[in-house]
């Protein structure tokens, strides 16, 4: 397979490398190659070819971030070590009284799922789950402190229960129960451990990231990788085809596409309904927890062609969460093409939109107004004092675009991902359809930085930070994190994880090619004792491609002995050797 030269680099370098009995043939290719492949062959709308986006690591260019806003050394470190390594309390404002339909409670929890909670909670209660309301979901290894309001329950109810890491402290009534978004932010106290520097070397570069930031007036106001999928990322990619009218494709994708963080029982079970479009015997194979996906399968197996129909099965919130994954992802990236350009998050230029703070001081996207050269001094003067934001759009159907070079931008991203506004209307499925709005680009945040010597376990002679601010409602603690860890967002999901990943080279899947109708074994490999991020950031992005069949046709895995492992690095470092001398 050939590709068209990209800056230094080809394309795809496939090449056999070793046959063996049992195996037909290796191939390697490394992070710049891969992303090439998969732009080409599974719509993933990624460029490398530029150096600021060299350092920043593949999940986030995968999301559409494609920079850091700092040009700080990055900390590195381990996030949620422990649940209470992660504190996050909601910011609310929800009167209560002595009368009313409503029970008003403050829940805090420990390592609790919020949704494993709200259906553990009612069964106790024996109620529905649907008469329990909150603001928001929370994240499951932390603990966390909001409002819930239960429909019709006596206060004594409550006060009864007892369950582990859960603690229900009652408030009084309200006529009113608690909505989705009822809350105006949340208050973060967040740790990172295991940090490879001295303490005086993190407290030098903690305090530049955060007069960057303070003087930048905040952060990008990215969609962090949660908006599509921590261990999967392909929330965007469905979206993607449901608006471009492919219904089909979005559900098989999201049933079958394959993931090199997953377990290995997903693996197959979603290679197997990939290969061979059984539908019924992929029910029986994907595991129980795998619940949206069994409850599609369960409809398209009778009736393959009702593809709409299998998307509300789910939970209409995830359903639009695809669309709304794409509309983030496009606006990450016209955030991304603006800093690239030169422009600030904080300063307007002509053509460009901005919104108004509201009563409650957050942005308010209903108020909006375009910068002119007449307005455009006054509107800068607002932008200071923080009374007026720029924005950018998550793109729908009535979308008003910037003019100027933000106008050629918003309008080049939405060409780029093969959109058009009209697309958000999505005739063949209008459940989810869009009309979309704007967002302000510049995430206000001042955060209070605490270094220390890390005293947790296994963690002797390294070095800890304590981070404490604020966010409003919608926005991501992740995007004021990665300024200062700089470090793949998968690392930043649980320390529980990244423990266990640096006690092995490589984590081998069985993936497979839709395409291609090719089995491939894919191997990620991470150089996890060299932290110089100049050297490993490519290896840790290198990939082994091999398809890998035995005599009697079963597929096989040869990556599982230390043996191999050891074996694989050593090739893929002289092969590394080779392309760099070739280059």
Known sequence: MKTKKQGKRTGPVFGKMKRRPGCRRFFYMDLRSWVSYMSEMKDYPVTLNDDASSSVPFPDRMTGVLLYSTETPGLDGVLKKSPEDFVVEEISEIKTGDSGKYLITELRKTNWDTHHFLKAFSKILGISYK???????????????????????????????????????VLGRARNGINLGDLEGNRFEIIVRDIRMSQEEAEKCAAETTEA???????????GIQRFGST?????????????????????????????????????????VAETGDLKGAFQRFPDYLGHEKAMLNHLSADPDDAAGAFMTLPKNLCMMFVHAEQSYMFNKIISERLRSGLKLNEAVQGDIVCYRAKDGTPDPSRLERVTEENIDGINNLLRRRRAFVTAPLIGYESAFAEG???????????????????????????VASKGMRKEILLEVDPAVEVFPDDSEGSEGKTAMRLTFSL??????????????????????????????????????????????????????????????????????????????????KRVSLLKTEKSLKWVNRLLIGVLSLTRSAA
């Open 131 to 169: 008469r329990i309301g909150l603001a928001g979901t929370k994240d499951k290894r932390a603990v966390t402190t909001q409002k819930m309001s239960i429909y019709d329950v006596d206060a004594s109810d409550v006060e009864n229960i007892h369950m582990k890491d859960i603690e229900v402290r």
């Open 213 to 223: 930031i303070r003087k930048a007036g905040g952060v990008p106001n990215f969609f």
């Open 232 to 272: 999967r990322p392909v929330t965007h990619l469905v979206g993607k085809d449901i608006i471009s009218g492919d219904i089909k494709k979005a559900a098989m994708r999201y049933i079958s596409e394959i993931w090199p963080d997953e377990a290995e029982e997903t693996c197959r079970a979603r290679a197997y």
């Open 405 to 431: 070079p933000m106008g050629e931008i918003e309008r080049r991203i939405l060409d780029e991902c093969g959109h058009v506004p009209d697309d958000f209307r999505i005739p063949s499925f209008p459940e």
């Open 472 to 553: 409003p409602k919608g926005s991501y603690a992740t995007t004021v994190l990665r300024e200062y860890m700089k470090t793949d967002p998968r690392n930043m999901r649980s320390g529980k994880n990244r423990i266990r990943n640096q006690k092995s080279d490589m984590k081998s899947i069985i993936g497979y090619e839709t395409n291609n109708r090719v089995w491939s074994q894919k191997s990620k490999v991470e150089n996890t004792e060299k932290r110089d991020h100049d050297h490993t950031e490519e290896f840790r992005g290198m990939y082994l491609w091999s398809t890998l069949w035995n005599f009697s046709g």
